[in-house]
């Protein structure tokens, strides 16, 4: 089992900066790849970025390609998301989610980000 503990979240305006964290504990040396979703009021949950843990390769949403930059520090076993020049639209709660083993998932409980114009 793995468990997972964001921070990082908080009110910003509009083109400002945010960094957010994300810490696993449990059977670590497991997790194959780890990322941060996203889910505002009345809508679905969506994927902003995804690291693996071998090779560092990144996928990013199209929203926030250019703005937003995940990274990890094995080592601290913790996952960043870098979030520049916020929008209004980007505002929700994030969670970080990590895939281990076969069929692992877990997932955080979240931390809000709100941007306000």
């Known amino acids: 089992q793995v468990q997972l503990v964001e921070s990082g979240g908080g009110l910003v305006q509009a083109g400002g900066s945010l960094r957010l964290s994300c810490t696993a504990s449990g059977t670590t040396f497991k997790i194959k790849d780890m990322g941060w979703y996203r889910q505002a009021p009345g809508k679905q949950r969506e994927l902003v970025a995804r690291i693996t843990t071998t090779d560092s390769s990144t996928v990013y949403a199209d929203s926030v390609k250019g703005r937003f930059t995940i990274s990890r520090d094995n080592a601290k076993n913790t996952v960043y998301l870098q979030a520049n020049s916020l929008k209004p639209e980007d505002t929700a709660v994030y969670l970080c989610?990590?895939?281990?083993?076969?069929?692992?998932?877990?997932w955080g409980q979240g931390t809000q980000v709100t941007v306000s114009s």
């Open positions: 989610n990590a895939r281990y083993g076969d069929w692992g998932a877990s």
